[in-house]
């Protein structure tokens, strides 16, 4: 079942289903202080566990688990660094063990929706130096899967009417992490009242929830049609190297967006954004942020402005939600769709 309202706080059990950083997770392990999720599903692509190595401790897997890691901490997680001594690492994202996988019930170990069945990868060296073990399809352990190839091995149909066919192929990632209890049952007893991608009127303008931490801190970013005429550039000239942090864009956001804002009575939250190295009330989404949010909440009637910039290259997003990185002139006038951080309390108050 999923834990969600209304449900004691001190009577956690092992696979129960918990929705956290907006995720559904298998509760595997408790402790006094700490419990331990897997991922329900597998939210991520399928990926090489590594080009040529089945050391965990380097491999490429283990790099886009790091990666992972800080995209749910920006989801609001606060996932544990725990230690690994099979592979002689300490993450906060990291995939099972054979050993740990073949602890779980066979309806917990497999990976399956009702007309899917999927494959995972785990930790553990294979057979050979060459090979990776991993859980296939119907929650069988392997050891045999080639490191280097992005394949999976997918059921597509409903089985019991007898439909579908099998894809060859492996490696999807499902990840585990480890939490505080104490946080996990404040996320059950005290859930958003607000969903992802729900429209709210604050301050003015309409806005979508874009993510909602465990703490009750809800992002949003403004919609299409309240950001309509919202424009700025970059950079003054196109030879000039864009820099987020001495923008024009971002003094447009400080200097004419948040102070109406405030007028209308917004409180908003000054938001570290470590990627740029200022600490802002509004901001542009990064080239990261961006991808997490759905396709058709990116669209809009032109190009808007990210704040990521790669090699002098600055990123954003056009009109049918694609983000493109742009490699001369950022002069032009881009679209403006600003985003800012609100407490739950703040925005229900407004909607009152």
């Not at 544990?80 to 002689?88: C, H, S, W």
């Not at 424009?231 to 942090?245: M, V």
């Not at 740029?276 to 809009?300: F, M, N, Q």
């Amino acid at each position: 079942m999923i834990r969600l309202l209304n449900e004691s706080n001190d009577n956690l059990k092992l696979y129960d289903i918990i929705k956290y950083a907006e995720f559904d997770w298998y509760i595997i392990g408790i402790d006094n202080e700490t419990v331990t999720l897997l991922m329900k599903d597998s939210n991520y692509k399928y990926i090489q566990f590594d080009e040529k190595s089945n050391n965990y401790s380097n491999s490429k897997i283990r790099n886009f688990l790091i990666n992972a890691a800080n995209h749910l901490e920006r989801r609001g997680a606060t996932p544990i660094p725990t230690n690994l001594p099979d592979v002689g690492v300490t993450d906060k994202l990291w995939l099972l063990s054979k050993e740990e996988a073949e602890k779980l019930p066979e309806r917990i170990r497999e990976l399956r929706s009702k007309y899917r069945r999927l494959s995972y990868w785990l930790r553990s060296p294979g057979d050979s130096e060459h090979e990776a073990c991993a859980v296939n399809e119907y929650g069988h352990i392997q050891g045999w899967w080639n490191v280097d190839e992005v394949l999976f091995y997918e059921y597509r149909g409903d089985e019991e009417k007898g439909l579908g066919k099998r894809d060859v192929g492996f490696g999807r990632v499902r990840p585990a992490m480890k939490v505080n209890i104490s946080e996990l049952v404040d996320e059950i007893n005290n859930p958003p009242v607000l969903a992802l991608y729900d429209t709210v009127q604050y301050a003015g303008y309409k806005w979508y929830v874009i993510r909602i931490s465990p703490s009750h801190e809800i992002t949003l970013l403004m919609t299409g049609r309240s950001c309509y005429g919202l424009k700025s550039k970059f950079c003054e000239n196109k030879d000039e190297t864009p820099d987020y942090k001495t923008s024009i864009i971002r003094e447009y956001l400080i200097k004419k967006i948040l102070p109406t804002l405030e007028s209308n009575g917004a409180k908003l939250i000054p938001t570290n954004l470590s990627d740029v190295g200022v600490t802002d009330k509004i901001w542009l989404l990064s080239k990261d942020e961006a991808h997490e949010i759905r396709y058709g909440y990116r669209k809009y009637y032109r190009d808007w402005a990210l704040r990521t910039v790669l090699d002098n290259s600055g990123f954003y997003v056009d009109k049918i939600g694609t983000i493109y990185r742009r490699k001369t002139d950022m002069s032009k006038e881009f679209g403006v769709r600003p985003a800012i951080k609100v407490k739950e309390e703040d925005l229900q108050n407004s909607l009152e």
